[in-house]
């Protein structure tokens, strides 16, 4: 056993359930609930178990000396925020230079409790042309479950209560903000 599966599995007692689909290149990943650091480095170990490359985007300074070449490597895609397109088509377009991307969201926006999620994460999935993967840190079971491809129907409303619907009943790290 490696050293990730190790930390991952025995000292930190968590499972996985469910996987990715190897023939989906692209899509984007709602992780929730994010209510934690803690989220990121569970994250990270299972992307390394599962030898899948998994991205974000950060703002272009971020990619700069003496630190860019660490968040390349991490899957990090740099965006240029001052350009007059929107956002969701600046993401959009950083799919369409690689040949596999998918992009991990937390759909509640940064770690505090909300009241509903931000609708970025769906309209970047209908612009880019890619599916949605649920992933659901289920800090009580210790368990990352990650869901089939999901592909939205540009129907929102019809669209939110099934993608939410994976994640009901999964208390985060912090449960009050779950």
Do not use: C
């Amino acid at each position: 056993m490696g050293l990730t599966k190790f930390i991952y599995f025995t000292l930190l007692g968590w499972k996985i359930e469910g996987g990715f689909d190897p023939t989906i290149k692209k899509s984007v990943l709602i992780v929730a609930p994010h209510t934690s650091s803690m989220d990121f480095l569970l994250s990270v170990l299972v992307r390394r178990i599962l030898k899948l490359q998994i991205n974000f985007v950060g703002k272009k300074e971020l990619f700069s000396p003496p630190w860019g070449w660490y968040f390349r490597w991490m899957g990090g895609a740099a965006l240029d925020r001052n350009k007059s397109e929107n956002k969701v088509q600046a993401i959009a377009n950083v799919f369409s230079r690689h040949q596999e991307f998918r992009l991990a969201i937390a759909p509640e926006g940064p770690r505090k409790k909300v009241s509903s999620w931000k609708t970025g994460y769906y309209f970047l999935a209908l612009t880019a042309k890619v599916p949605i993967i649920s992933v659901r840190l289920d800090y009580e079971n210790k368990i990352m479950g990650i869901s089939p491809a999901f592909y939205p129907s540009g129907d929102i409303k019809a669209d939110e209560p099934k993608l939410k619907e994976f994640f009901k009943g999964i208390k985060g790290k912090v449960p009050d903000w779950s």
